[in-house]
């Protein structure tokens, strides 16, 4: 019964790749967001969606990739990794632009 | 732009010994002010949300307050359970809604030892 859920939780990929994150909540909410926590453990938003419409988009580079396909779900997609990208990735959503529930994490390695 | 800073970096306690944990916060125009608790490998899990100076909220051990420039949170005889990276956050107006843009402070890592 995971309210916000992540898959896969480690990744860890080479370099030029293309990988997805997966991610789905099951509070009813009707806003979800993509995190990211660096290795100084600073978390910025990236991508906020509400109703499947793309609200937020922080400077991200464009490799980055967010899709909604329903309320319920919001993927990130990520091409062409670089080193850089290494981070805890983490999906989130809200009702009513309330507090946020989080998920628990995605760590995507780069080599 | 948006700014928080939270401290000090660490804390390490003893079992028992109550202590307070600062952020301090830049914000146009302050909608809330969040707190969050860290554990390691997890994400962070709500704890409070303040929307006025002054206003003061309580959960077990935990105590948060808000003034205009800073907010604490007081964690009284706390226990090595209580241990964990505390996160606070700020959700500025932006045209009635933010749609949850939070903006984080680094975080206090609290250790506390039985």
């Known amino acids: 019964d995971t309210a916000v859920s992540q898959t896969p939780k480690y990744l860890v990929t080479q370099m030029g790749n293309d990988k997805s994150i997966k991610c789905e909540q099951n509070l009813g909410h009707d806003t979800m967001y993509w995190y990211k926590q660096d290795s100084k453990k600073f978390l910025k938003i990236m991508f906020s969606?509400?109703?499947?419409?793309?609200?937020i988009n922080e400077t991200v580079p464009n490799r980055f990739s967010p899709k909604s396909p329903d309320k319920a779900h919001l993927n990130l997609h990520i091409n062409s990794l670089e080193l850089g990208d290494s981070a805890v990735y983490f999906c989130?959503?809200?009702?009513?632009?309330?507090?946020?529930?989080f998920g628990s994490g995605t760590q995507l390695s780069v080599l | 732009e948006d700014q928080v800073t939270q401290s000090p970096e660490a804390l390490r306690l003893q079992e028992g010994e109550s202590s307070s944990l600062n952020c301090s916060y830049t914000?146009?125009?302050?909608?809330?002010l969040f707190w969050y608790r860290q554990d390691p490998g997890k994400g962070p899990e709500f704890l409070f949300t303040l929307y006025s100076a002054g206003e003061e909220k309580e959960k077990e051990r935990l105590k948060a307050t808000l003034t205009k420039k800073e907010s604490f949170l007081h964690i009284t005889a706390p226990k090595p359970e209580d241990s964990a990276t505390y996160l606070c956050?700020?959700?500025?107006?932006?045209?009635?809604?933010?749609?949850?843009?939070?903006?984080f402070g680094q975080g206090t890592i609290l250790t506390v030892h039985p």
């Open positions: 914000v146009s125009g302050l909608r809330g």
């Open positions: 956050a700020v959700q500025a107006w932006d045209g009635g809604t933010s749609y949850g843009k939070l903006t």
């Open positions: 989130a959503s809200s009702l009513n632009d309330e507090k946020l529930f």
């Open positions: 969606y509400n109703n499947k419409e793309l609200i």
